[in-house]
């Protein structure tokens, strides 16, 4: 059975930095995508970026773009979302999922999620 457990959330001020992870057990990562999302009050679970766990190809969506960065170790089945320059809109819960696509881009194509872990940037 596939677990995914993010760590890594907390608070921090506007401009600073946070890193995710996401250690994930349960099964052979290599034919899969991994990716990372966000949900704020009251909004969709939306899709920050993603990463092909062979061959580590790599996507983003455009807010993020330029201050989030996805990666992953695979000998430690661990993903990663490095964060900077972080806004106080970048506040919500972060969850990381695996998808057989992999380009999946969107909530439906991600099979098995994480818990989630909260992270609030203060202005």
């Known amino acids: 059975q596939v677990q995914l457990v993010e760590s890594g959330g907390g608070l921090v001020q506007a401009g600073g930095s946070l890193r995710l992870s996401c250690a994930a057990s349960?099964?052979?990562?290599?034919?899969?995508?991994m990716g990372w999302f966000r949900q704020a009050p009251g909004k969709e679970r939306e899709f920050q970026a993603r990463?092909?766990?062979?061959?580590?190809?790599?996507y983003y969506a455009d807010s993020v773009k330029g201050r989030f960065t996805i990666s992953r170790d695979v000998a430690k089945n661990t993903l990663y979302l490095q964060m900077d320059s972080l806004r106080p809109e970048d506040t919500a819960v972060y969850y990381c999922?695996?998808?057989?696509?992999?380009?999946?881009?969107?909530?439906?194509?991600?099979?098995?999620w994480g818990q989630g872990t909260q992270v609030t940037v203060s202005s």
């Open positions: 349960g099964r052979t990562f290599s034919a899969y995508a």
């Open positions: 990463i092909t766990w062979i061959g580590g190809s790599r």
């Open positions: 999922a695996v998808a057989e696509n992999l380009r999946a881009t969107v909530r439906h194509e991600y099979a098995y």
